[in-house]
């Protein structure tokens, strides 16, 4: 506790609760500063980076915008707008569902595929840099806990 008032330059306690929220959103915002330095090198987004790799785990197949935002890191992303940007970058393609003409497909390309081989090491390194000051049971632990936490 003490380290974090000093953190927040603050000399009263405060509860425990607000502490470990705040805790929570410094070290969020810490670990997304992180990545995204890597991630800038490429004019990706955490969010563009999380679709991609969505898309990739289709293995080749289309998926809907609907079901990409169901597995989206941040649901309060526009998966539009990530989309949009995507098919900018020509990391992905949108195309009409044959059975469906209302049904917008997407699709990673070649270029997404390979972008992800590229960026994968970097994230993988930068992420085992910013959990290396833990054991891997620590790691297990922060998990569970983690979890719990959601689960009200």
């Known amino acids: 506790m003490k380290e974090l008032n000093e953190i927040l330059k603050i000399k009263s306690k405060i509860p425990l609760s607000q502490a470990t929220v705040i805790n929570i959103f410094q070290t969020t915002s810490w670990m997304k500063d992180d990545l995204l330095l890597q991630l800038k090198l490429y004019d990706l987004s955490i969010e563009q980076f999380n679709v991609l790799r969505i898309l990739r785990g289709q293995n080749g197949n289309a998926i809907n915008l609907q079901d990409i935002q169901e597995r989206m890191v941040s649901k309060m992303s526009n998966t539009t707008r990530l989309v949009d940007k995507l ?66």
């Open 87 to 152: 098919i900018k970058k020509n990391f992905v393609k949108r195309t009409i569902c044959k059975a469906n003409r209302r049904k917008v497909e997407i699709m990673i390309t070649d270029l997404g595929l390979d972008t992800l081989i590229t960026i994968d090491p970097i994230i993988d390194k930068t992420e085992k840099k910013i959990t290396n000051n833990l054991t891997q049971d620590e790691l297990t632990e922060l998990n569970t806990l983690l979890i719990k936490l959601k689960n009200k």
